[in-house]
């Protein structure tokens, strides 16, 4: 391809459109380092990474998943995704490799509101293991551009070969053009694993979210898995990085190196370097934070990982290690400085404003306790009271009550005794005596009234 007579030189950008095929060419990509196919994959593979995409983009907005700068996490996409699964990339990867095709890794990788960094000219390979023969494969499950921070290539590039790791200055090479390609959910974006690529910021914040596969030969001695089978059954060596010697003084790994796996990621492999730090110094506060957020990663209890490394086993406990690090830490600086330092200064304010803290909590807890039994015993003795009361009551209720039945055999009898008065009265007014004694009784009264 003569590259100046096909596109504007005066932008060095190349037409977009240019280096889209409907179909696979082998040739234009051995020869541009970048192929973008439209409409690539079956129907039923664009619906998946469609409703992939929106759980991706749901599950970062709700918490549900994490990230790490421009990598998404807790996604297993060998389950949710499973690209094997399409015949025309298993065709395409054939084509390249042949039957025998090597997995080195497959990941997430976005820009959205949260991170629209730009992303300097680099290439990848240096900043992995193995051969030289990879392919960088880019499945879009959300729209792509340049508006939302899209990959930029550099055609061509892949020709210069290895090269070492670090930024480049891409500016002394002014014979590569570039382009942006323009993706949708369904398209497939190729690249030479030594095409050398960069980012800009991401202008609209919109989620731009691809799964990146990097594929290889099986015999490459850093392939990690058979492409849609199992790991390689030959337990490869771990491969190191093109920058770390042979030897290294103890300890040979660092927190930089397990970040590094994490954001990858290859989050079995830190974990267990990061136990192994963690293992090496209980005073290694970040190895120890570390590994707790690798653990929330791989959303397990993480048994087998806090064995030795943690005070109960938890990872409550793991942090308490990273807590009692950092007072150790503080004495030794400060027997260094000759002098508190400012780690003993933050530790101190800190613990003093925690056991203010505590000392508020528990004047508030024994106010309220010295109140609420003053209640209870006001309760307490409106409760006694009243029971006294109703017994007083219930006594003089039932002294009225005998009263009552009382007064009422009393009446009885009253009222038997005016029976019987009446009973003689009416015995006597109806008796001769009576009537014969009548003028004498009237003499007597007569005489009275005088």
């Known amino acids: 391809m003569n590259a100046k007579s096909e596109f504007d030189t005066t932008s060095s950008q190349a037409r977009a459109a240019a280096f889209a095929r409907t179909a696979f060419d082998k040739a234009s990509l051995r020869r541009d380092g970048v192929q973008v196919i439209k409409d690539f994959f079956e129907p039923d593979m664009k619906a998946r990474f469609q409703a992939l995409g929106e759980r991706v983009v749901a599950g970062l907005e709700s ?7 421009q990598f998404a996490m807790g996604v297993d996409l060998n389950k949710e995704a499973c690209p094997s699964d399409s015949a025309a990339l298993t065709a395409v990867a054939e084509d390249l490799f042949g039957k025998d095709i090597g997995q080195f890794y497959m990941r997430l990788v976005m820009k959205d509101a949260n991170f629209r960094t730009a992303i300097e ?9 193995g051969g030289t023969k990879k392919l960088n494969v880019f499945i879009p499950i959300t729209p792509c551009g340049a508006d939302n ?9 892949h020709m210069m070969g290895p090269v070492t790791r670090g930024d480049i200055d891409i500016v002394r090479y002014p014979q590569f053009d570039w382009i942006i390609p323009e993706v949708e959910v369904g398209d497939i974006l190729l690249a030479d694993f030594l095409t050398w690529h960069s980012s800009h910021v991401s ?9 990146q596969i990097v594929l290889q ?6 392939t990690s898995f058979q492409f849609g089978g199992d790991p390689k059954a030959w337990g490869g060596p771990k491969m190191p990085r093109h920058t770390t010697p ?3 003084a103890r300890p040979s790994i660092g927190i930089t190196t397990v970040k590094e796996m994490v954001a990858y990621p290859a989050v079995d492999e830190a974990a267990r370097m990061c136990r192994g730090l963690c293992l090496d110094s209980r005073k290694n506060v970040e190895a120890h934070l570390l590994m707790a957020e690798i653990i929330a990663i791989k959303g397990d209890t993480g048994d087998d990982l806090l064995h030795g490394v943690s005070k109960n086993g938890t990872v409550a406990g793991l942090l308490e290690y990273a ?17 508190p330092s400012r780690l003993t200064a933050e530790l101190t304010d800190t613990m003093t404003a925690e056991l203010e803290a505590h000392q508020a909590a528990q004047a508030l807890a024994e106010r309220y306790l010295k109140d609420s039994q003053n209640e209870l015993s006001e309760s307490a003795a409106a409760l006694w009271q009243s029971r006294h ?5 219930q006594a003089q209720v039932a002294d009225l009550e005998a009263n009552s039945a009382q007064l009422s055999a009393e009446l009885t009898r009253v009222q038997d005794e005016l029976a019987r008065s009446q009973e003689a009265l009416a015995g006597v007014l109806a008796s001769a005596s009576w009537k014969l004694t009548a003028p004498l009784r009237r003499m007597i009264s007569a005489l009275k009234r005088r």
């Open 63 to 69: 918490g549900e998943l994490s990230r790490s700068q």
């Open 121 to 129: 000219a680099h290439q990848d390979w240096p900043y992995f293991g």
């Open 149 to 157: 921070g899209m990959v930029k290539y550099y055609v061509g590039s």
């Open 203 to 211: 202008e609209t914040g919109a989620p731009r979210i691809m799964i």
């Open 217 to 222: 030969p099986l015999a490459d001695p850093s």
């Open 246 to 248: 042979m030897r290294t």
């Open 323 to 339: 807590e009692d690090g950092l007072v150790e830490l503080s004495k030794e600086l400060d027997i260094a400085l000759g002098r």
């Open 389 to 393: 009361d109703l017994a007083a009551a």
